[in-house]
């Protein structure tokens, strides 16, 4: 944490009900507001997340719809600002890192890059609510700043820097829906929602290409399996992931791609360990590449992550992994997008045959029951993992936790697995 961080972190501790009572701005309502003079609208979402970012884009599809000669700009997080990019309802991104990266040499940087720029800001602060982000809204010398009613700092009776607060709707629970919320307030309905992202042509070729290099067989479908975990109790297990992938190719002649993300080496060894056949591996890179390559493939089965969000955004059908966290207010809007959530609220719950039966819901009849012609016959159930003392999947996949969980168990299994080997041999 940097001296400016705490700085922050101390002032909303100590003095916010002082800034507040000084420099509130006094609210205003939405009929009041003259919205045929902004020409500038800044959307200020310099949260991290993946995820929120992309829950947040059907905003600017609607602003850019109501206002098409208005120009859009995107306040982001640097890890996000190549996504934001890919956004043709965006016109300038703004790189600005978050409030517990942000230096005072930063931050005043960003704020002289912002002053008198701008003609309206949106904050977007239904997730999360940091004081730079409204900092950074006032540098912009907008006449009116618009956020969410929520998320008020502690301390204070309101969200004092905004001088348009939209009020929260019980009723809505899903993320996007609270974003539009607060577009709604000042009467902008919504619209045609278009893809979030919008994929250079030759990149989708040349990941095409790729693919094509290494045998991929148009007529065949190609399922992606995107294996990074996502909360506690919220991932499925590596086991029940590769056994669905040996049934999807032993079953359906289907062709699998395996994501994974950057510090998930060593579980992708374990689950090729699991299927033992050749499959496209598509390694950590660049979120364009693997977003190309995720809108190559006919589905995906990903988990509650930022992977479930991005495949989402490229337009490809998938069937999402939930556990306690609510798909009703995180899962991919639209009905190309299947959540299945387990039976309370953990994912190791969720079966199989669930999975299989939302892809044949997503497919209809393009996943027909056609096995190869020469199975591969060492993906068959009977397949055993190695370095885990050759033990059947279903074994761990039968406990009921976590992935993490039972990593950190498995030491002491072994070791047991072993004093009780020993005792057999004493015993003879």
């Given amino acids: 944490m940097s001296t400016f961080t705490a700085s922050l972190n101390y002032l909303?501790?100590?003095?916010?009900?002082?800034?507040?009572?000084?420099?509130?701005?006094?609210?205003?309502?939405?009929?009041?507001?003259?919205?045929?003079?902004?020409?500038?609208?800044?959307?200020?979402?310099?949260?991290?997340?993946?995820s929120d970012f992309l829950l947040a884009a059907p905003v600017f599809s609607v602003l850019k719809q109501a206002f098409p000669n208005a120009k859009i700009g995107a306040l982001v997080h640097p890890h996000l600002e190549s996504l934001a990019k890919l956004n043709s309802n965006i016109d300038e991104v703004i790189a600005v890192p978050?409030?517990?990266?942000?230096?005072?040499?930063?931050?005043?940087?960003?704020?002289?890059?912002?002053r008198k720029k701008w003609d309206f800001a949106i904050v977007l602060n239904t997730v999360n609510h940091s004081l730079t982000s409204d900092l950074l809204a006032q540098y912009s010398g907008a006449k009116y700043i618009l956020g969410s009613?929520?998320?008020?700092?502690?301390?204070?009776?309101?969200?004092?820097?905004?001088?348009?607060?939209?009020?929260?709707?019980?009723?809505?629970?899903?993320?996007?829906?609270?974003?539009?919320?607060?577009?709604?307030?000042?009467?902008?309905?919504?619209?045609?929602?278009?893809?979030?992202?919008?994929?250079?042509?030759?990149?989708?070729?040349?990941a095409r290409e790729e693919l094509e290099k290494k045998g991929l067989q148009p007529k065949r479908p190609l399922i992606g399996i995107h294996i990074s975990?996502?909360?506690?109790?919220?991932t499925w297990p590596i086991g029940r992931l590769a056994e669905l992938t040996r049934l999807l190719k032993n079953k359906y002649n289907a062709q699998i791609a395996l994501f994974w993300g950057e510090k998930d080496g060593e579980k992708a060894e374990q689950f090729l360990n699991y299927v033992q056949f050749d499959l496209f591996k598509i390694a950590?890179?660049?979120?364009?590449?693997?977003?190309?390559?995720?809108?190559?493939?006919?589905?995906?089965?990903?988990?509650?992550?930022?992977?479930?969000?991005l495949s989402a955004a490229t337009g490809t059908p998938l069937v999402?992994?939930?556990?306690?966290?609510?798909?009703?207010?995180?899962?991919?809007?639209?009905?190309?997008?299947?959540?299945?959530?387990?039976?309370?609220e953990k994912a190791d719950n969720i079966t199989v045959e669930q999975v299989e039966k939302a892809l044949i819901q997503l497919f209809g009849n393009k996943l027909e029951n056609r096995p190869p012609k020469n199975p591969d016959q060492t993906a068959s159930a009977e397949t055993t993992a190695p370095g885990l003392d050759?033990?059947?999947a279903s074994?761990?996949?039968?406990?009921?936790?976590?992935?993490?969980?039972?990593?950190?168990?498995?030491?002491?299994?072994?070791?047991?697995?072993?004093?009780?080997?020993?005792?057999?041999?004493?015993?003879?």
């Avoid at 988990?303 to 969000?309: G, R």
């Fill in 395 to 428: 074994f761990f996949d039968g406990l009921d936790i976590s992935e993490d969980v039972l990593k950190d168990l498995k030491p002491e299994l072994n070791r047991l697995k072993w004093q009780m080997k020993t005792a057999e041999i004493r015993f003879r």
């Fill in 149 to 206: 009613a929520g998320r008020v700092f502690p301390g204070t009776q309101r969200n004092f820097m905004y001088n348009l607060v939209a009020p929260i709707w019980p009723d809505h629970i899903h993320q996007s829906e609270k974003n539009l919320d607060i577009l709604r307030y000042i009467g902008i309905e919504d619209a045609v929602v278009a893809k979030p992202l919008v994929l250079p042509p030759n990149r989708i070729t040349k």
């Fill in 320 to 344: 999402a992994i939930f556990g306690p966290t609510n798909p009703n207010e995180f899962k991919p809007a639209g009905e190309q997008f299947v959540a299945i959530r387990g039976q309370r």
């Fill in 229 to 234: 975990g996502g909360k506690l109790f919220g």
């Fill in 12 to 50: 909303k501790t100590n003095h916010i009900a002082l800034f507040e009572k000084y420099y509130g701005r006094e609210n205003l309502q939405p009929n009041l507001v003259d919205l045929t003079g902004i020409n500038k609208i800044l959307v200020v979402k310099n949260h991290d997340s993946i």
């Fill in 284 to 309: 950590p890179q660049k979120k364009l590449n693997i977003a190309c390559f995720m809108h190559l493939c006919d589905a995906l089965v990903v988990n509650d992550n930022w992977a479930m969000h």
């Fill in 390 to 392: 050759a033990e059947p």
């Fill in 98 to 114: 978050s409030e517990q990266e942000l230096t005072f040499r930063k931050f005043v940087k960003a704020g002289w890059e912002l």
